[in-house]
């Protein structure tokens, strides 16, 4: 709990820490309540630190193309440019005997910042994006009335107000034949430095280059909003697929145009889940999702470039949940049930549903036999809008189907 302050009698003297104290309570609510959430581990010397990206929907780049999920990702014209994707930038606490209270954070606006690389002279050379967080910074000095001890009064400039802000900015690279990344700048006092992402700019790149997405390596450390100290389960990629001295990278370096095929990045962190229920019945009929048509399943999120996990429970006319059904788990696997993966980063629908998509489950009688035969259901993601749809043949699948669907977060630098 804050201190709080209290004034007991009219007429009472306010003094200069208590007003400091009402200030310090109000400008520090939102980080104290991140601190609670975040419970980052208080350390001597280095400091803790991460982003909070803002969610993700849309298509946004200026070539129209969805870049969901990246915070360092191509400005997709010809102009050398790379965009910063707006984020809290999270700084843990510089006192450890306070815990975890004292940390600071800062926002980048949703617009972020776009960086121009410069061009290369002779050789490839790597470029780091980074984010600089200043701390408790005193703000332009304004004109104040201030009394003395003696009762003369004089008027001063003074800094009334603190603020701590995030700057995008670049480390440019050494050029050479195997180029090497360069070094996150060094924290001092009140200054702290976030890696975003290191970018491979391949010789010649000039101002007129499109940086492609494959030549950018995030790094940007994020922050699940509930920490495993909460005892929450997280999902996010494993640290040596995306560390710049992790085994992928080690072992598959990065070169002129190429980026390891096992890199993951390092913000791919979290994941949403679905229930999906759709039935089919031709003896009444009652179609829940139409037969011999695409209708969409769920809008609610851009589904595009995630990685799915799913599981299915088919049944003749009963759900899981349903009176009179039997327990997936007492029938048959082949029959009932079914499991696997599927994707939406790349366009592998357009051969079986016609639409650029990504396939997240193809389930035939062959997955699962209690489908009528020569039926099938579709579930992709469309391309063109983000939304997860499912297609049907002309034939009734005649059953209640049921979905458990995990995805992975969104990222289109993978």
């Known amino acids: 709990m804050e201190d709080q302050y209290q004034h007991t009698v009219q007429g009472q003297a306010v003094q200069q820490e208590d007003l400091n104290i009402l200030g310090e309570n109000a400008a520090l609510a939102d980080d104290r309540v991140l601190g609670e959430l975040l419970r980052m581990e208080p350390t001597i010397g280095y400091k803790s630190r991460g982003i909070l990206p803002f969610a993700l929907n849309s298509t946004e780049d200026a070539g129209g193309n969805p870049a969901n999920g990246a915070i360092v990702f191509t400005y997709g014209v010809a102009n050398a440019t790379v965009s910063v994707r707006g984020f809290r930038a999270v700084i843990g606490s510089r006192d450890i005997t306070k815990g975890w209270r004292d940390i600071r954070t800062a926002l980048l606006p949703y617009a972020g910042s776009n960086k121009v690389l410069a061009a290369t002279a002779a050789n490839d050379r790597w470029d780091l994006i980074y984010a600089r967080v200043d701390i408790d ?21 003074i800094a009334v107000r603190k603020h701590t802000t995030v700057t995008i900015d670049v480390v440019q690279g050494v050029e050479a034949a195997t180029p090497t990344r360069p070094a996150v700048p060094s924290d001092t006092a009140s200054a702290f430095y976030i890696p975003l992402a290191w970018v491979y700019l391949t010789h010649p790149h000039t101002s ?9 390596h995030e790094a940007a450390p994020v922050l699940p909003i509930l920490p495993r100290a909460a005892s929450v389960a997280t999902l996010r990629p494993a640290d040596g697929n995306y560390k710049a001295n992790g085994a992928v990278a080690t072992q598959d370096p990065w070169g002129s145009g190429y980026r390891p095929y096992a890199h993951l990045p390092s913000n791919m962190v979290g994941q949403e889940g679905l229930i999906v229920a759709m039935h089919w019945d031709h003896t009444v009929p009652r179609y829940s999702h139409g037969l011999n ?45 079914a ?26 009688p062959t997955e699962l036999s209690s489908l009528a035969a020569s039926s099938f259901i579709n579930l992709f993601v469309d391309y063109a809008t983000g939304e997860l749809k499912v297609q049907t043949g002309a034939t009734c699948p005649h059953v209640a189907l049921f979905l458990w669907i995990d995805a992975t977060a969104p990222n289109t630098n993978v």
Do not use: C
């Open 208 to 216: 007129s280059s499109v940086i492609p997405d494959n030549a950018i």
């Open 339 to 364: 499991d696997g993966f599927g994707q939406s980063f790349s366009n592998d629908a357009a051969a079986i549903v016609g639409l650029a998509g990504g396939m997240v489950s193809r389930i035939t």
């Open 137 to 157: 910074i005193d703000q332009a000095a304004v004109e104040r009335y201030v009394k003395a001890s003696d009762g003369s009064v004089t008027k001063q400039n």
């Open 293 to 337: 048509t695409i209708v969409v399943v769920d809008a609610s999120r851009d589904w595009r470039n995630r990685v799915f996990r799913w599981q299915a429970v088919a049944d003749a006319g009963y759900f899981p949940w349903a009176a009179g059904s039997v327990p997936s788990h007492g029938k048959s696997a082949a029959a009932y049930r």
